[in-house]
């Protein structure tokens, strides 16, 4: 009797989180950003330095399972040549909370998460909380304007009074992959 409940109340609770679909605007977001055959690549001559040697930064994103996330990477390149990747990312609908999440995995152990929100027609805003290996935190915005083949991504720092502050403005091209 008691196995019987237990089965019961855990296939009830499955089929509540399968009936939670993502809102349009994030299935939209999510089929944008991942048809599994294009990238997004962004000039970045205006911050290149001494420090920053990258030409262009792309980012690929690719279907999670079921068409329910994306899995993305950042890369830098030098003169068409991919160098390394810098950061990992992870998009995807939490049905529990309603809310949609990006969490980024850094290269040197930074990791980032937060809630992705619509922000007007065409536009989102994600506001994270990056946690350093020495444990240092640091709250990032960025803003996104999505159009047909380009997104106009703005970096932001939010600072403790709540207000942020412009870091840096990327074109992301979307390109077929290879080129």
Known sequence: MLFSRVLTLAIVSVSLDVSAEPPDWFQENL???APGDSIWAADNSAYQSDSELFDTYVMEWNWGIG???AIGR????IDGKEVRTLWEF???WH???QSAYVQQFGADGTFGTGTLTPDG???DRLEQIFYSP????REVGHVTEHHASS???TSYDILPDGSWQERRSYVWQRKPKGN
């Open 31 to 33: 089929e944008r950003l």
């Open 67 to 69: 068409r329910q996330s």
């Open 74 to 77: 950042l890369y830098g390149m």
């Open 90 to 92: 992870r998009m995807y």
């Open 95 to 97: 049905s529990g909370d």
């Open 121 to 123: 027609d065409n536009k």
């Open 134 to 137: 020495a444990g240092n935190l």
């Open 151 to 153: 997104n106009v991504g």
